[in-house]
């Protein structure tokens, strides 16, 4: 089997789609009866990625132009090279010469309309519709995301697997000497941490109003890491608002790198993630992962995990967030941390993931 695979958001930093395919090929390319053709601009920086084997090739766009792309290129190789199956993220090619695979991790732009621009849901709609239709396999990481596909785009071919957490996230770790590295280079260590990019849907308005509330910032910094996607005017006035004591206890960290966000993470007094909606939620699965306490919310894809028991949230209840947050601090209980690391370990990790990517691959392969 030839699996071609576009890799162009390796171009571009870290971000969702590219955790996502790199756990997952990390695991299948240790298949040597697939052969992987894994395409971006920056093939050394794929290659330093999935290094070299005999069953895996690089190969060089020739435009980082999206457009390019997917209207030259990725048909161009996938002819050349005789491939059988092509995976891409939410959109495909509109030539098809072999069978498609789309990862659609989310509609959430058509659920949750008022937290996206009009026009860029109405584009999504169209884009992701067209690529799930005219893909053979669509693949998604919740039942309520496979729910929602179904419902919008009228289409049967949408299976389920599950996502994996990267196994740096369950190494073991000395705290104290993280938390002496984080107050050398931040000036702080106590501290309440959300780790996402910065929109409404996200919640970090209820958060920081938790925070002020309950007077957190009297012990705590809440610490924000994520860029900005869509500015939330609510959390802006209120932050804008509040006294300069509040103020100065609000850390916002954009275009943080990897280790130094792990670092981060790992010396959190407490991870809380009340998103509202979200098509699957990675993030606190990576914080529990670290055996950092979490608190989760209830809602969308994220009320599959019901292992968070007592630590789900109301994202939309401000008075159970803060109830939730005051009790967690209080009361930090270091062996149910361990317990939830390890279901976590064992339930979301890459090689279960290759396992029903392929089986999901195989049934269509003998069609």
């Known amino acids: 089997m030839k699996l071609f695979v576009d890799c162009h958001v390796f171009d571009y930093g870290f971000q969702g789609t590219r955790t996502y395919i790199q756990g997952l090929y990390l695991e299948l390319i240790k298949d040597k009866s697939i052969d992987f053709y894994f395409a971006a601009s920056d093939v050394a920086n794929l290659e330093s990625v999935f290094g070299k084997a005999i069953n895996i090739h690089y190969i060089q766009y020739q435009s980082k132009s999206k457009f390019y792309r997917l209207l030259i290129d990725c048909p161009r190789i996938i002819k050349k090279y005789k491939i059988d199956f092509a995976h891409f993220q939410y959109i495909v090619p509109p030539v098809k010469n072999c069978k498609y695979i789309v990862s659609t991790h989310d509609v959430l732009f058509l659920d949750f309309q008022a937290y996206f621009p009009k026009l860029n849901s109405l584009k999504n709609k169209l884009l992701y519709g067209y690529s799930a239709k005219k893909s053979d396999i669509v693949v998604t990481g919740s039942h309520y995301s496979k729910e929602r596909l179904q419902h919008h785009f009228h289409i049967d071919n949408v299976h389920v697997m599950v996502y994996g957490v990267e196994p740096v996230f369950f190494e073991t770790y000395n705290k104290e000497q993280l938390r002496k590295e984080v107050t050398d280079k931040y000036g702080f260590n106590d501290y309440i941490i959300f780790i996402s990019r910065h929109e409404p849907r996200k919640n970090h308005f209820r958060l ?59 010396v959190a007094r407490l991870s809380v993630y009340p998103s509202i ?26 009320a599959e995990f019901d292992f968070f028991g007592n630590d789900f949230i109301n994202p939309l209840d401000l008075d159970d967030i803060k109830n939730k947050i005051s009790s967690k601090l209080s009361h930090l209980d270091f062996n149910r941390q361990k317990e939830l690391a390890n279901f976590v370990a064992n339930k979301f990790n890459w090689k279960a993931a290759s396992i029903e990517f392929l089986d999901i691959v195989k049934q269509y392969n003998t069609n």
Request: glycine share 4%.
């Open 208 to 266: 920081l109003k938790a925070f002020i509330d309950l007077q957190l910032y009297q012990k705590y910094q809440l610490v924000f890491i994520g860029d900005v996607t869509f500015h939330d005017v609510n959390f802006d006035d209120l932050l804008q608002n509040s006294s300069q004591e509040i103020q100065n206890k609000v850390v916002f960290l954009n275009k943080v790198d990897f280790k130094s966000m792990l670092t981060l993470l790992r």
């Open 277 to 302: 909606a979200e098509g699957f939620g990675l993030p606190p699965l990576e914080s529990v992962a670290a055996q950092v306490p979490t608190l989760c919310s209830n809602t969308t894809s994220m």
